[in-house]
Nanobody, 126 residues
Framework: QLRLVESGGGLVQPGGSLRLSCTPS????????VGWFRQAPGKERAGVSC????????RYSDSVKGRFTISRDHAKNTVYLQMNSLIPEDTAVYYC???????????????????WGQGTQVTVSS
């Protein structure tokens, strides 16, 4: 049962910050690339960011580049998404996904990820 759990979502004002966490249940992320994704009501799930197995490579969508930072802590078996300068357009359910991977860059296309969490709600509003 390769399940992920997201946490850290909530209600925040525009310009505020949140940090999301992704932790696996029942397996190690040591050999997995991890991505963050979001889905707003009535829209398709979209990639936000990803990080390579080693943590040395990251990728961001244009909409979040410069505001969000993905990182991982292998010792804690956790991946984070630091979200700064939040805007209302960031409002969505945020999901993390994991996929077995080796060396090389990551991608944040949802279709390549095989293990998912249930999501955490992020709402940016005054």
């Amino acid at each position: 049962q390769l399940r992920l759990v997201e946490s850290g979502g909530g209600l925040v004002q525009p310009g505020g910050s949140l940090r999301l966490s992704c932790t696996p249940s029942g397996f190690s992320l040591d050999y997995y690339a991890v991505g963050w994704f979001r889905q707003a009501p009535g829209k398709e799930r979209a990639g936000v960011s990803c990080i390579t197995v080693s943590g040395s490579g990251t990728r961001y969508s244009d909409s979040v580049k410069g505001r969000f930072t993905i990182s991982r802590d292998h010792a804690k078996n956790t991946v984070y998404l630091q979200m700064n300068s939040l805007i209302p357009e960031d409002t969505a359910v945020y999901y993390c996904g994991a996929v077995r991977a080796g060396h090389g860059p990551c991608v944040y296309a949802p279709k390549v990820y095989t293990n998912w969490g249930q999501g955490t709600q992020v709402t940016v509003s005054s």
